[in-house]
């Protein structure tokens, strides 16, 4: 059930009146332990006392964004727990200490790619 709410709550927070693309920043707590995808357009960021979640978009193939976050989370200590590919993107989860990461990516070659980051903290 918490799962569920972690993954409505950013369409929620769209319907907000005054959201906007301009106003997302990626949270200072998520920047410290999650690198950012280069070049990615940030749609929604939101962080809490549990995690972060950040959506972005790129002109990259869903693939080259797989191989960054398998790269470079492997490089600071996060260890692979999962790994899902789906028809259209992928999905990969890490563990590091009491911190969980899932990297869902989605899109098809020559449209853009989606990516939803989600940093948990136990």
Avoid at 16 to 37: C, H, N
Avoid at 104 to 119: F, P, R, W, Y
Wanted: glycine share 8%; aromatic share 6%.
């Amino acid at each position: 059930m918490k799962k569920n709410l972690i993954l409505l709550l950013p369409v929620l927070l769209l319907l907000l009146p005054g959201a906007s693309r301009a106003e997302v920043q990626v949270p200072e707590s998520f920047k410290k332990l999650v690198p950012v995808y280069p070049g990615a357009e940030l749609t929604f960021a939101i962080d809490t006392a549990k995690g972060s979640q950040v959506h972005f978009e790129t002109t990259d193939s869903p693939s080259a964004v797989v191989a960054f976050f398998k790269k470079t989370l492997g490089g600071r200590g996060w260890k692979l727990s999962m790994e899902m590919a789906m028809p259209d993107g992928s999905s990969i989860s890490y563990i590091k200490g009491k911190h969980s990461l899932t990297v869902i990516v989605s899109g098809e070659e020559g449209e853009k790619t989606c990516a939803i980051v989600n940093l948990a903290t136990d």
